[in-house]
């Protein structure tokens, strides 16, 4: 059984989590965070499905029924056994409009997926690091258009492959260095052992397998690689953003992890987003249910401090956590009176990059539509059409942005619906339970 709580007018203020945590962002508005209080006229209600929290009709634009529609769409996943369990979150006209959670996070131990249960977010830790490169580019350490050797002397003199699948031995010097932005772009040339077969795949794949030895041995590892193109020129999904991690240890001077818990985690209040899940916190963990296309070999256990804290992907996080860094960009860099990026910074982080040219690659994973109505940030993915489902943005209005998973999780802001939504799930093929969640919540807004 799961517990749907609803709510009346007088207590819009906080929604307790399921384990009974109160949320002090919970119905904040946009700017302000509210303190922690319960509200009288709380209504519980048990119904057979999710924890939601449906919105004040007097200040809201969604159907009640439309919510409902929502909850069920969710818990027919599950029933179907599409997916073990789902989180899901809706933030609309500055408030949480609804939160469901469905299905169980452990499914030996039956335990049951709660608003605080904590998930591993794999490529949804790209956009936070993409921000804290962009925190330096704001104190002016460094700029975009900084070649990395400059602090990765380990990238100095690239050599390029005339094919991904050529041999090592075949690279020749590149006529561009890496630029920060190609990092934050995908254009480094520095690619994932999941694309085309060959030396450069293996190699790869055997540095990942030992990233354990810590950043200084690994980007040793790839600094000796040759790129899979040169830089700059086309975009290739790759390992640039564990290189961004390595990049911002390095010019702070901070240990990775650090550097995000001060200067993001912190100010933002996520308190349970971080590279490990510390053993106070385990029972709320929703333990993977499916690896989908990743290797087993590549997770690590979630009980240990990395020893390579991975900024394209290492990152385990909640609902509301991600709902305050998503908060924070949608504000344009500000949440609760603390700014974390510049305006114009979180501009240009959400600003399409890439020219018709650079989109030739194989962008993602073989994932052929991968352009079809959308283009790429730092970091994010920007919805560029107002008529095509865009691959990562459904349909999102122009404009919106975000980045999902390899477990399923993830999450978009869309300025023009004044709507952000968070979607978690413990692995498994979760695109089509996400697209329907989507659609449900844009078919519940009142027009």
Same mark, same amino acid.
């Not at 899940?277 to 993977?288: G, I, M, S």
């Not at 509301?320 to 504000?331: I, Q, S, T, V």
């Not at 974390?340 to 240009?348: C, R, S, Y």
């Given at each position: 059984?799961?517990?749907?709580?609803?709510?009346?007018?007088?207590?819009?203020?906080?929604?307790?989590?399921?384990?009974?945590?109160?949320?002090?962002?919970?119905?904040?508005?946009? +700017?302000?965070?509210?303190?922690?209080?319960?509200?009288?006229?709380?209504?519980?209600?048990?119904?057979?499905?999710?924890?939601?929290?449906?919105?004040?009709?007097?200040?809201?634009?969604?159907?009640?029924?439309?919510?409902?529609?929502? =909850?069920?769409?969710?818990?027919?996943?599950?029933?179907?056994?599409?997916?073990? +369990?789902?989180?899901?979150?809706?933030?609309?006209?500055?408030?949480?409009?609804?939160?469901?959670?469905?299905?169980?996070?452990?499914?030996?131990?039956?335990?049951?997926?709660?608003?605080?249960?904590?998930?591993?977010?794999?490529?949804?830790?790209?956009?936070?690091?993409?921000?804290?490169?962009?925190?330096? %580019?704001?104190?002016?350490?460094?700029?975009?258009?900084?070649?990395?050797?400059?602090?990765?002397?380990?990238?100095?003199?690239?050599?390029?492959?005339?094919?991904?699948?050529?041999?090592?031995?075949?690279?020749?010097?590149?006529?561009?260095?890496?630029? %920060?932005?190609?990092?934050? =772009?995908?254009?480094? *040339?520095?690619?994932?052992?999941?694309?085309?077969?060959?030396?450069?795949?293996?190699?790869?794949?055997?540095?990942?397998?030992?990233?354990?030895?810590?950043?200084?041995?690994?980007?040793?590892?790839?600094?000796?690689?040759?790129?899979?193109?040169?830089?700059?020129?086309?975009?290739?999904?790759?390992?640039?953003?564990?290189?961004?991690?390595?990049?911002?240890?390095?010019?702070?001077?901070?240990?990775?992890?650090?550097?995000?818990?001060?200067?993001?985690?912190?100010?933002?209040?996520?308190?349970?987003?971080?590279?490990?899940?510390?053993?106070?916190?385990?029972?709320?963990?929703?333990?993977?249910?499916?690896?989908?296309?990743?290797?087993?070999?590549?997770?690590?256990?979630?009980?240990?401090?990395?020893?390579?804290?991975?900024?394209? +992907?290492?990152?385990?996080?909640?609902?509301?956590?991600?709902?305050?860094?998503?908060?924070?960009?949608?504000?344009?860099?500000?949440?609760?009176?603390?700014?974390?990026?510049?305006?114009?910074?979180?501009?240009?982080? =959400?600003?399409?990059?890439?020219?018709?040219?650079?989109?030739?690659?194989?962008?993602?994973?073989?994932?052929?539509?991968?352009?079809?109505?959308?283009?790429?940030?730092?970091?994010?993915?920007?919805?560029?059409?107002? =008529?095509?489902?865009?691959?990562?943005?459904?349909?999102?209005?122009?404009?919106?942005?975000?980045?999902? *998973?390899?477990?399923?999780?993830?999450?978009?802001?869309?300025?023009?619906?004044?709507?952000?939504? %968070?979607?978690?799930?413990?692995? +498994?093929?979760?695109?089509?339970?996400?697209?329907?969640?989507?659609?449900?919540?844009?078919?519940?807004?009142?027009?």
């Amino acid at each position: 059984m799961t517990i749907r709580r609803e709510w009346t007018r007088s207590s819009r203020s906080l929604l307790p989590s399921a384990s009974g945590h109160r949320d002090p962002r919970r119905g904040a508005p946009r +700017g302000r965070l509210r303190p922690a209080v319960f509200a009288a006229g709380a209504v519980f209600v048990l119904v057979g499905g999710c924890l939601s929290a449906p919105p004040d009709p007097a200040r809201e634009r969604f159907s009640s029924s439309g919510l409902e529609e929502v =909850t069920s769409t969710l818990q027919a996943a599950v029933d179907r056994g599409d997916l073990g +369990g789902i989180v899901t979150l809706i933030f609309h006209d500055g408030e949480v409009a609804q939160v469901d959670a469905v299905g169980v996070q452990d499914p030996d131990a039956r335990t049951p997926m709660a608003r605080d249960s904590i998930f591993r977010i794999a490529s949804m830790t790209k956009p936070i690091t993409a921000v804290a490169t962009l925190i330096l %580019v704001d104190e002016g350490k460094i700029a975009l258009d900084d070649r990395v050797d400059r602090w990765l002397p380990e990238l100095a003199h690239p050599k390029v492959l005339s094919d991904p699948s050529a041999p090592l031995h075949s690279g020749t010097p590149s006529p561009r260095p890496i630029r %920060v932005i190609d990092l934050l =772009t995908h254009r480094s *040339g520095i690619v994932t052992p999941r694309d085309a077969p060959g030396p450069l795949r293996d190699a790869l794949t055997e540095a990942d397998a030992n990233n354990s030895a810590g950043y200084d041995r690994w980007i040793g590892w790839i600094g000796e690689l040759p790129l899979a193109h040169v830089p700059g020129s086309t975009y290739t999904y790759g390992n640039s953003f564990d290189v961004l991690g390595i990049l911002v240890e390095r010019v702070s001077g901070m240990k990775y992890p650090d550097f995000l818990r001060e200067r993001i985690f912190e100010p933002l209040g996520m308190k349970d987003t971080a590279f490990r899940v510390p053993p106070e916190k385990r029972a709320r963990f929703a333990r993977l249910q499916s690896l989908g296309r990743v290797p087993a070999s590549w997770i690590p256990s979630e009980e240990t401090v990395p020893g390579f804290p991975a900024g394209a +992907g290492g990152l385990y996080s909640t609902v509301d956590d991600y709902l305050a860094f998503a908060r924070m960009l949608f504000n344009r860099g500000e949440l609760g009176g603390v700014r974390i990026l510049a305006p114009e910074t979180v501009d240009a982080m =959400t600003t399409d990059h890439l020219t018709a040219e650079q989109r030739k690659g194989e962008p993602f994973a073989g994932h052929r539509g991968f352009w079809n109505g959308q283009g790429f940030g730092l970091g994010v993915a920007v919805k560029l059409s107002p =008529t095509v489902h865009a691959s990562e943005l459904g349909m999102a209005s122009v404009g919106s942005f975000g980045w999902p *998973g390899v477990f399923g999780t993830w999450w978009q802001a869309d300025r023009a619906k004044d709507l952000i939504l %968070v979607f978690m799930v413990p692995g +498994g093929d979760a695109d089509a339970t996400r697209w329907a969640f989507q659609k449900a919540v844009y078919d519940a807004i009142e027009r």
